[in-house]
């Protein structure tokens, strides 16, 4: 059975003067990562329940480039800045379950199937197209 919420639409519209936003629905919520510039409250990571209601909000400390979110509600935030690339989990309670990083990878995306989470992304290479 679907659920209607009335007040996406707003909330959309609100995300358009924002950059880098995403929405996902998991664990019976909506979750919300939106980098806010004006006013400057930088990047945000929220939980809202089906009537609208914020639940939490928190700062995730990255850039964020994709957001997955699995059936249980927990969140995983993908990113990088500074040659460096991130994987930060939070639980459905908002709270930073781990953070893991390695550099001179793009990720670009993910899914997670069971309990397993797979990211994907891309390697710059610095040599001429015939030598790799």
């Known amino acids: 059975m679907a659920t209607s919420v009335p007040w996406i639409t707003l909330r959309s519209i609100l995300l358009l003067i924002t950059q880098n936003q995403f929405l996902q629905y998991g664990g019976d919520h909506l979750y919300v990562y939106s980098h806010i ?40 935030l993908v990113g990088g800045t500074g040659g460096k690339c991130y994987v930060q989990k939070f639980n459905a309670e908002g709270n930073n379950v781990w953070f893991s990083y390695t550099e001179g990878v793009s990720y670009l995306g993910g899914m997670v199937h069971g309990d397993s989470l797979f990211v994907c992304g891309g390697v710059t290479i610095e040599k001429p197209f015939e030598q790799i």
């Open 37 to 76: 510039n004006k006013p400057s409250l930088g990047p945000r990571l929220m939980k809202y329940d089906t009537l609208g209601n914020q639940k939490w909000s928190v700062t995730p400390g990255i850039f964020v480039s994709n957001m997955i979110v699995d059936e249980n509600g927990n969140i995983y």
